[in-house]
């Protein structure tokens, strides 16, 4: 019952997140590279905070971990991974691409050989899956010819996904106001 009052009473605030959301998405879309590059950035200054944190928390804790040495090496990588995401950036995304790119050439290996081990088991739909595996390996191709490009795609669709989540707020928000749960 108090939870029903109190989402009443504060129904502005799903509001306000979607209007938040909304605008965020459309500032992603007309800024893809822009808003991708924000988001390395933030994600850069988290695994530098995340690593100081867990490095000096080993440190000062050692005694009570006996294996100690490896929760410092995970706060110097964190550290490490931080620092390259703050000061190289666009280097960070180009080579975060590659990587994405062979991974999906990789996986889409696996769907080819998948396919036939389907066809032989006699699953009819094999020939899918080939098809799948096909499609995967030139979009990998294509992320790896053109990873700026990939990753300013990628932050369109999710700032799509951002724009309908804001309006889903809204409504939501709508919904509450009017008490139609």
């Keep these: 019952m108090e939870m029903e009052v109190m989402g009443y009473k504060h129904w502005w605030l799903f509001t306000l997140r979607g209007i938040l959301l909304i605008i965020l998405g459309v500032v992603a ?18 695994l530098l905070i995340s690593g100081i944190g867990i490095s000096i928390a080993t440190i000062i804790n050692r005694k009570f971990f006996p294996r100690w040495g490896w929760h410092l090496v995970q706060g110097i990588i964190d550290i490490g991974f931080g620092l390259i995401l703050l000061f190289v950036p666009m280097e960070s ?20 050989i998948s396919a036939f081990d389907m066809r032989r088991f006699g699953f009819s739909a094999w020939i899918w899956q080939a098809l799948l595996a096909i499609v995967l390996i030139i979009v990998g191709i294509l992320i ?24 889903a707020s809204i409504i939501e928000s709508v919904a509450i106001k009017n008490h139609q749960f």
Excluded: D, H, K, Q
Aim: glycine fraction near 4%; proline fraction near 3%; charge should be neutral.
């Design 29 to 46: 879309i007309l800024n893809p590279s822009e808003a991708f590059m924000v988001v390395l950035m933030i994600v850069g200054a988290l």
């Design 93 to 112: 995304m180009i080579v975060l691409a590659y990587c994405f790119g062979a991974w999906t050439i990789l996986f889409a290996l696996l769907r080819f």
């Design 144 to 167: 790896i010819l053109n990873p700026i490009t990939s990753f300013s795609l990628l932050t369109i669709l999710v700032a799509i996904f951002v724009i309908i989540a804001g309006f």
